[in-house]
């Protein structure tokens, strides 16, 4: 492997100090001098495991000499370590006792690539979506409290670790709100501020820190801090500096000291020599404690640091060539086709706005940005205020595109409902990571959106199968005089042709894709490929139902005049779904026939390759028709 990209020094395919941190207490009992080394060892394997498996890079890189300095002061699993988001957390992973299993990171059987609580007592929260760390950990805080269990030497103190990005959100700020006055509690905040979310930070937060570090104030503090540390003086004299500092002296009346929390910071994240005694001191103190760290996105991996956007996820790739974007022309996603309907939708209707919760480059707004920046927002981890803002956009005649993973709508709901749908505004949803998204597992899962969406009075669901019914399906959308979602996986589809031509698809219209006999299968979304593979070896009729709202119950009777049963299929939770929709409308329509569902189990599925996962469901073409010939006999 070459060297020329990062900046630690080569080990070979050893780390002779790593390979014998089996256990954080190994580390503890680490002669401190050496922690520099184990650092840069932790670093490497980093970015060797990840450039082997896949997985989020550039935040790993950023945290490797916190996690080391957190683990050699703190005591995990007897204190409680939380990690925001979670997607930073493998230096602790490879720390607690993870380090081999780093190579079946997010693959099926294989280690998650967030902190799970039944994968290790070192984790002691599950988390994905964002900013929940400083609310778990002041909820373990208060609980220790009134157990007992923060008196004495062996206190335990519970420490939550949030990036400047899940700062945003207004969940850490309920949090801290509720964390400044709450008596008697041990919680310790470290804010790990590298000046970046997936994309450059946004938002008024981000302008705030970047003038808490800015200039004179930034190496004043750390000098001070520099000075404060070399003749180290007894613990409870150099918290008490501490604490003068954090009181005035550092840094008059920050944000999080009126929220009634010591702020200490801002210090180097990337030095031990800075990070450790700091933390020492801090675990002493009482009451909420906020530090202040700054790192850098991709530390130590200069093709990272340059570019930590591209590397924040990325797939395999060979470290020393850094990632090759492939000539080789290859079928568009399904954010992609949305990417180009925007643009293309922009251009035609200017009262066309888009909004994104952080998720730019996912959600494929990238050239909108670039095409329209007046008519783009970027709104931070904010879920629930892009809903409403959407909303007051949409009572001023403009319209508004709420483009969202189908998971992070989940943060929105409140908002969607009584913000949006109650008013029939015409905001419309563009549902990206429908369904099962791989290898970010049960808490990036698109499950639920049918069950959560379809209940909402106003609200119009459409289920695009391929990537032209997506574009055309989006039209429509936008053109539907209310609020819509179009729901859409992650990845490519087959390849269907996309027409440039806007083609509005009616309301509440399914398809017959199939005639066949004695069964019909109904699927919605790109369920639809495996269920004409199945339909052909069941000699099966198949339908396109493209809406799970308004469900099309028309064709529905005449499907049961014609048939024997039905069987749904859907990549969504059968509970509550497509499925559940259809037989709703069967019963008012007092259609009597037998129904399968098809659809994900009542459990949440794990990480694994996305086909890998809907095969194991038994939802695939060969799955569908299983189940259906067990059923029916068919
Ligand atoms: C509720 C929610 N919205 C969006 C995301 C997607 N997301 C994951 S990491 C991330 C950026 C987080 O930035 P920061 O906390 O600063 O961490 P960094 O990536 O800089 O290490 C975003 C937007 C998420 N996980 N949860
Ligand atoms: C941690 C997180 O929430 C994001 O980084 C997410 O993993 C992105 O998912 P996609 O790769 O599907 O965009
Ligand atoms: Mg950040």
Redesign the pocket.
Same mark, same amino acid.
């Given at each position: 492997m070459s060297d020329a990209n990062r900046e630690t020094a080569p080990h070979g395919t050893t780390w002779p100090l790593l390979a014998a941190v089996d256990d954080p207490s190994i580390l503890r009992a680490m002669d401190r001098a050496r922690l520099p080394q184990l650092a840069a060892e932790l670093r490497d394997f980093v970015l060797q495991s990840v450039s082997r498996t896949g997985g989020h890079l550039?935040?790993n890189l950023?945290t490797v000499e916190l996690t080391i300095a957190l683990h050699y002061v703190f005591d995990t699993p007897r204190d409680r370590l939380i990690w925001?988001?979670g +997607?930073?957390s493998y230096p602790h992973k490879i720390l607690t006792g993870r380090r081999e299993r780093m190579a079946t990171l997010r693959q099926l059987g294989g280690i998650s690539g967030f902190p799970k609580r039944s994968e290790s007592e070192h984790d002691a929260f599950g988390t994905? +979506? !964002? !900013?929940t760390s400083i609310s778990a950990a002041l909820g373990m805080a208060v609980a220790s409290r009134n157990k007992g269990e923060n008196e004495g030497p062996n206190r335990r103190r519970h420490v939550a670790v &949030?990036?400047?990005?899940? #700062?945003s959100?207004g969940m850490a700020f309920e949090a801290l709100n509720n964390a400044g006055v709450t008596p008697d509690i041990d919680l310790l905040v470290i804010l $790990?501020d $590298?000046d #970046?979310? &997936?994309s450059p930070?946004v938002g008024a937060l981000n302008r705030y820190l970047a003038r808490l570090l800015s200039g004179r104030f930034y190496s004043k503090a750390r000098d001070l801090g520099r000075a404060v540390l070399q003749n180290v003086p007894p613990l409870f004299e150099l918290a008490k500096r501490l604490e003068e500092h954090a009181k005035g002296m550092v840094v008059p009346g920050t944000l999080f000291e009126e929220f009634g929390f010591n702020y200490v910071g801002p210090i180097d994240g990337h030095d031990l020599d800075s990070l450790i005694p700091t933390l020492q001191n801090l675990r002493e103190l009482r009451g909420p404690q906020f530090l202040h760290v700054v790192t850098r996105?991709g530390q130590g991996y200069k093709l990272a640091e340059a570019d930590p956007v591209l590397y +924040?996820g990325p797939g395999r790739f060979d470290p020393g060539q850094g990632i090759v974007k492939s000539t080789k022309p290859s079928r568009p996603t399904y954010t992609q086709v949305f990417s180009d309907w925007v643009c293309d939708m922009a251009e035609a209707d200017e009262r066309l706005v888009a909004i994104t919760?952080?998720?730019r480059e996912g959600s494929g707004l990238v050239e909108f940005e670039k095409r329209f920046p007046r008519r783009y927002f970027d709104v931070g &981890?904010a879920?629930q205020h892009a809903v409403t803002f959407a909303a007051g956009i949409a009572c001023e005649g403009l319209k508004p595109v709420v483009a969202i993973?189908s998971t992070?709508l989940q943060?929105g709901y409140d908002q969607l409902i009584h913000d949006v749908a109650l008013q029939n505004l015409p905001v419309m949803f563009a549902l990206d990571r429908a369904g099962l998204v791989g290898a970010d597992g049960a808490t990036h899962a698109g499950a639920y959106d049918f069950a959560y969406l379809r209940c909402v009075p106003n609200l119009v669901v459409y289920a695009p199968s391929d990537e032209n019914e997506c574009r055309q399906m989006l039209y429509s959308a936008f053109r539907h005089d209310g609020p819509a979602a179009v729901r859409y996986p992650r990845g490519a589809g087959a390849g269907a042709a996309v027409e440039k031509a806007f083609t509005e698809i009616p309301l509440g219209k399914a398809e017959v894709r199939r005639q066949g006999r004695r069964i019909a299968i109904l699927a919605f979304g790109t369920m639809l490929a495996p269920a004409l593979a199945a339909g052909e070896a069941l000699d099966a009729t198949v339908v396109n139902m493209r809406f799970v709202k308004p469900v099309d119950a028309d064709l529905l009777g005449e499907l049961a005049a014609a048939h024997e049963a039905f069987v749904t299929v859907e990549e969504h939770v059968v509970m509550g779904g497509a499925g559940s929709a259809v037989a709703e409308a069967m019963a008012a329509r007092r259609l009597v026939l037998p129904l399968l569902q098809l659809g994900l189990p009542d459990r949440f599925i794990d990480h694994g390759e996305q086909a890998q996962l809907l095969r194991l469901e038994g939802l695939d073409g060969a799955g569908i028709e299983r189940s259906v010939r067990e059923r029916f006999g068919a």
């Open positions: 550039s935040s950023g925001d988001v +997607h930073q994905a +979506h !964002s !900013s &949030i990036g400047d990005g899940a #700062m959100a $790990n $590298n #970046m979310s &997936i930070p996105k +924040h919760p952080a998720m &981890i879920e993973y992070f943060r």
